[in-house]
T-cell receptor
């Protein structure tokens, strides 16, 4: 069985500061990993995905994530936060070859002036 | 392309009433999914359909039924709504590299 743990249900940063959202996974097989963003009253939008190619994955809106097998982590980063980044972020894992996603409980990102 | 569409956007039911949530996708995906989202619990899979003609239970199937009407459409039915089913429901579709594409959601309140 696979699962993901997102550390910190709420994260607050200043505009222009580094964004770091943490995700650790457990999986018995090499995983596929995803980050989704949800803006208020909307569905989920894919930010980026890791599917066993490059370990550093770049996504939309300046976000990137690094797959670290030794740490079983897939943390999401952005060098400089913008007010428009305020949203809820979900990490998800899928078994390679499977088509079901298991989601973390989400991290609400607040960006302050 | 509209992507994944869901109807209705909002619904209020009384305990014991039934309703069907509709979902359609125009991306020719084989797989479709129904999730519920509750505060602090992320998204939990209710049912999914790996391909037309097949459906399987997810993590929280009790109180729900589904129908994969054709490749485009996947509906979720609540036969006898309960307050515990108050939630936001998302439909998604996917294929290939396993990412899923989500609809805008249905906000359901059961009183």
């Amino acid at each position: 069985a696979q699962s993901v743990t997102q550390l910190g249900s709420h994260v607050s940063v200043s505009e222009g500061a580094l964004v770091l959202l943490r995700c650790n996974y457990s999986s018995s097989v090499p995983p596929y990993l995803f980050w989704y963003v949800q803006y208020p009253n909307q569905g989920l939008q894919l930010l980026l995905k890791y599917t066993s190619a490059a370990t550093l994955v770049k996504g939309i809106n300046g976000f990137e994530a690094e797959f670290k097998k030794s740490e079983t982590s897939f943390h999401l980063t952005k060098p400089s936060a913008h007010m428009s980044d305020a949203a809820e972020y979900f990490c998800a894992v899928s078994r390679g070859g499977g088509n079901k996603l298991t989601f973390g409980t989400g991290t609400q990102l607040k960006v302050e002036l | 392309n509209a992507g994944v569409t869901q109807t209705p956007k909002f619904q209020v039911l009384k305990t014991g009433q039934s309703m069907t949530l509709q979902c359609a996708q125009d991306m020719n995906h084989n797989s479709m999914y129904w999730y519920r989202q509750d505060p602090g619990m992320g998204l939990r899979l209710i049912y999914y359909s790996a391909s037309e003609g097949t459906t399987d239970k997810g993590e929280v199937p009790n109180g729900y039924n589904v129908s994969r009407l054709n490749k485009r459409e996947f509906s979720l039915r609540l036969e006898s709504a309960a307050p515990s089913q108050t939630s936001v429901y998302f439909c998604a579709s996917g294929q290939g590299s396993y990412e899923q594409y989500f609809g805008p959601g249905t906000r359901l309140t059961v009183t």
